[in-house]
């Protein structure tokens, strides 16, 4: 559900608030509000104090607004929800390491076999 254009605009290392509003269509003072209520969108600020948001944050965005706007949670349901989220990746992380553990032993005992064959 991105919302970038289709244009050289997508390709911009840092939008400014004002872009990000209009690209989910809502206001910039809702983007700031979300901002102090949900501890994973932390956009960059330049020198002047100007927050900068990245694709990474944008995506952040992006699945606040589903939650909240499209799915209808609330505030403190779309927190626990990003939460759960979070929770099932560090876990999906853990299960791929375990994975590629177990396939390096099992490279190690082919080459094993193969030596002793």
Do not use: C
Request: charged share 35%; aromatic share 8%.
């Amino acid at each position: 559900m991105s919302h970038f254009p289709e244009n050289e605009e997508s390709s911009k290392r840092y939008h400014s608030i004002s872009e990000v509003a209009e690209m989910l269509g809502v206001s910039a003072s809702l983007i700031r509000f979300w901002e102090g209520e949900f501890e994973v969108l932390k956009p960059h600020k330049n020198s002047k104090g100007e927050r900068r948001f990245t694709a990474e944050t944008i995506e952040q965005l992006e699945i606040i607004y589903q939650l909240v706007k499209i799915r209808g949670f609330t505030l403190h349901g779309a927190k626990q929800e990003l939460k759960i989220e979070r929770d099932r990746l560090k876990e999906k992380q853990k299960m791929i390491e375990k994975l590629r553990e177990m396939r390096k032993g099992l490279e190690a005992l082919k080459k094993h076999f193969q030596a002793v064959i």
